[in-house]
């Protein structure tokens, strides 16, 4: 919408409205400066809730890490008890092994104990 | 356009600007806090490799503990085992012994053995023989076994036997008359002499493959 100032009629008085809008002008200034404090203050707040939000992820991430680390240590701890008992076991198996096998020669073993302590040799 | 008009105008034109400046620094303030937390997770997994690293170095420490627990044990209960077997064969060596020592004659023969040599090893002499109850009911014949142990020594020797109710199941002590010098050779005495000799031995024989 086009508007035109319309020029002054003789007689009409000119100070008045200059300093009405000076006024206006001082107002409008002081508008934009408000917001521009608001701005700053947003701006100063987010800088705050931004150090406060680092922190939470840092320690969420962190977090979540050494819930991986963990697992990782329970993983190879659960392994290796697993394969220490496989060890036992195998262990006991050859120990069976081991009597079984003694047992079939108990009888020369004695023998020549016998013979060592009677000084047969 | 009057006065009131324009003065409008400069005032609205202010609010729009105001209205943007806010708009603008609360879209400034979004990024801050958004790229603050993007930072935070990006340094975080900065620091994921190495706590990875350190969970798998401690991980592969519990691993090593925890085998070289089991093979210690491992080791232990076959050395165990072994023990108490060559314990059993020994055990079962004592009981033969014992049987050994009802077969009058060849217990005898054994018996004058161990008397002979222990009458050598002293060099002879006045020596003092010690046998268990049972043993000295035997008819042993202690004048040959002195000529033997004199042939050996070139020492003239005399055998006296002694009844000090010996606690074995045979076998025999002989020493000087002084007692300064004693020879265990009764069994139990024969077997805890020769001890590492008869595990090692039986050992050899038990459990090579």
Redesign the interface.
Known sequence: MSQEIKPLKKGEKIIEPLESIIETEKQAIRIIEDAKAKAKKIIEDAKIKAQNEYNIAFQETISKISEKASLIIEEEKRKADLEAKKIIKDTEDKIKDLREKASKKIDEAIKKMLSIILMEE | ?T?E???NI??E???K???N??K???K???Q??E???K???S???E??KD??R???E???N??NT??S???I??SW??IN??TK?ID???E??KE??KE?TKSKEKYME?LS??II?AGSTLGGGELEILLNKQDLKLPLDIKKLEKIVEEKTGKKTIFKIVDEDLQTIGGVIVRTKDQKIIINYT?EG??ES?KR??QK??SK????E
């Open positions: 356009m006065l008009n324009l003065m400069i005032i034109d202010a609010k600007e105001a209205e400046i806010i603008e620094a609360n400034n303030a979004e801050i806090i790229d603050s937390k930072n935070a997770v340094k975080a997994l620091e994921e706590l990875i350190k969970a798998k401690e991980a592969e519990i691993r925890i085998l627990e089991a093979r044990k491992s209960m076959i085992e072994k077997i059993e064969a020994i079962k060596t033969k012994l050994f054994i053995k161990l040599n069994f024969l077997i020769h000799y008869l031995e039986a024989i038990l459990f090579s």
